[in-house]
Structure formats: C-alpha cells, structure tokens
C-alpha cells in the first residue's frame, strides 16, 4: 500500500513580500545540507485519519506549535520520489521559527551498525521568500509553493 504524508505550508506577508514557513531534517544525515531538503511539516497517517487533521497533528508534532483557523486552502496532491502521497493545505499563519519544539525519534546510526542515537524530527525552521523557499524545499514540494503562489496574485 502507498504510504500517505499530510502537512501544512504556512505563509504570510512582511513588507508586501510573501515568505512560507520550512523545516530542516534532523538527524546525521541531513546535517550541513541546505539545498533541496527543507520541506513542510508534515508526516504519515493512515485511513483511520482525516488527512487534514493529520497534518495539523503533524505540524504540531514537528515544531510544538498548534496552527489555529479554518481558511485552509487544498493544493494538488504530490507524489514524492520514493513513491509517497503528500497532501498539503495551506493557511495564512504566523509562527515563531524560534519557539520550535521538535519531537524526536530513534534511528540506527550508522547505517547498520546496531547502534542507534535519539535525533530531532526538524533541527529548524525558517521563514523564506518565494526565491530563497524554491532552492531549499524538496524539489517534489515545489509545486505546493508555485500552486499557493498563482492562487494568491490571480
């Protein structure tokens, strides 16, 4: 069965420039790495969960922060290179990258070595104009910022 992820794109405006929340990957793997693997807070969920409620699960799982409102805007499902569904809503919010909590889990590192390390979800986040989002954020998740970006200039 594919496996489904939901998450939020937030975004708001500061001197009449738009900018959209991004988390960074926790975890051995990912740091020093800053092009092209930030994404939305998200994470997976089964048919038991309305996607929606999982991706407010998800973002406050990922940074500790709820999201409050009910202007969610859907955008296009992805299908992200390993095969997994990405759902994403979008809602004018704003959160203190700062104040961000992450969750954390345990993974084996290194790679079958039959140790393992306890790591952050996310290791950060940030705030990002249109131009400096595209270069970091997974290129799968462009879309979701291309779609939210002609929705709100049309």
């Given at each position: 069965m594919t496996k489904q992820s939901a998450g939020l794109l937030l975004y708001r405006k500061r001197n009449?420039?738009?900018q959209f929340f991004l988390v960074h990957p926790g975890g051995?793997?990912?740091k020093g790495k800053d092009a092209g693997v930030w994404s939305i807070p998200k994470g997976e969920y089964d048919s038991s969960e309305d996607a929606l409620s999982a991706a407010k699960r998800e973002f406050e799982e990922e940074t500790g922060l709820p999201v409050k409102g009910n202007n969610f805007i859907a955008l296009t499902l992805i299908k992200q290179k390993g095969g997994k569904i990405v759902s994403c809503w979008a809602i004018e919010a704003d959160v203190n990258q700062?104040?961000?909590v992450?969750?954390?889990?345990d993974m084996e590192y290194p790679y079958k070595s039959g140790k393992f390390v306890t790591v952050p979800e996310i290791d950060r986040a940030g705030w990002f104009n249109y131009n400096d989002a595209c270069v970091r954020i997974n290129?799968?998740?462009k879309s979701f910022?291309?779609?939210l970006l002609t929705l709100l200039t049309t």
């Open positions: 009449s420039e738009l051995p793997y990912f700062g104040k961000i992450s969750n954390s889990f290129e799968r998740q910022l291309d779609e």
